[in-house]
Nanobody, 117 residues
């Protein structure tokens, strides 16, 4: 059973930046889609960014141009660089790994991001 562990959340002012990390030991990025989701209070969990088999990238319209997803195979870590943060980016952010060929799907415990002055 693989385990994903997020870190890097916190309180930041509007316009600031944060970098989230997701430690993903045992995950081979070339055969997994690596996703960042977020869930704000009272709202459904939404997909924010994804990297598919470590090649294609997807971003939600609300974060395009501000967020960047990347991977480091050497450390088995997925990052989400978040710039120009807005109060509406406030949410719990979750890392997710989905195997592209068999039924394996893993979630982290989430990390809180709060954007407020």
């Amino acid at each position: 059973q693989e385990q994903l562990v997020e870190s890097g959340g916190g309180l930041v002012q509007p316009g600031g930046s944060l970098r989230l990390s997701c430690a993903a030991p045992g995950i081979i990025f070339s055969i997994y889609a690596m996703n960042w989701y977020r869930q704000a209070p009272g709202k459904q969990r939404e997909l924010v960014a994804a990297t598919i088999t470590n090649s294609a990238r997807y971003y939600a319209d609300s974060v395009k141009g501000r967020f960047t997803i990347s991977t480091d195979a050497a450390s088995n870590t997925v990052y989400l660089q978040m710039n120009s943060l807005k109060p509406e980016d406030t949410a719990v952010y979750y890392c997710n790994a989905v195997h592209q060929y068999i039924n394996k799907n893993y979630w982290g415990q989430g990390t809180q991001v709060t954007v407020s002055s």
